[in-house]
């Protein structure tokens, strides 16, 4: 059954979230509790402006990538210093990391299936 965010594919949201789950357990085994300076700010701001006028451009020559989407996402985030503004990129961030999963899984299910399927 397709659930809201699936991506054209049944339970696809459910398997990356559970991916993204364990690799965050994964990493706190390894690392354990880690806490770090944001290192963002406004200083980051001309490369956000750069990185969104990237995406406008390859949109506009039909080239946009999930690079130029994931880039620009990253970029906006670095460019915060509000805390509840960061959270929101971040969030984002995830968002597209995310689909970017989903479409990859998507396109390996459909040559899957087109690999399974014989000529009548």
């Known amino acids: 059954m397709m659930q809201p965010g699936d991506y054209g594919a049944?339970?696809?949201?459910?398997?990356?979230?559970?991916?993204?789950?364990?690799?965050?357990?994964?990493?706190?085994?390894?690392?354990?509790?880690?806490?770090?300076?944001?290192?963002?700010?406004?200083?980051?701001?001309?490369e956000a402006d750069l990185a969104k006028q990237a995406v406008t451009d390859a949109a506009t020559e039909g080239l946009l990538t999930w690079?130029?989407?994931?880039?620009?996402e990253v970029l906006e985030a670095f460019a915060e210093d509000d805390p509840n503004r960061l959270r929101a990129e971040l969030i984002q961030v995830a968002a597209v990391a995310v689909k970017w999963v989903q479409n990859l899984d998507r396109r390996a299910q459909s040559l899957d299936e087109s690999e399974t399927v014989t000529p009548p």
């Open 10 to 46: 049944p339970g696809s949201l459910q398997r990356v979230l559970s991916d993204v789950a364990a690799e965050r357990a994964a990493q706190d085994a390894m690392w354990g509790l880690q806490e770090h300076p944001d290192g963002t700010g406004p200083a980051y701001a001309p």
């Open 67 to 72: 690079r130029h989407i994931l880039y620009e």
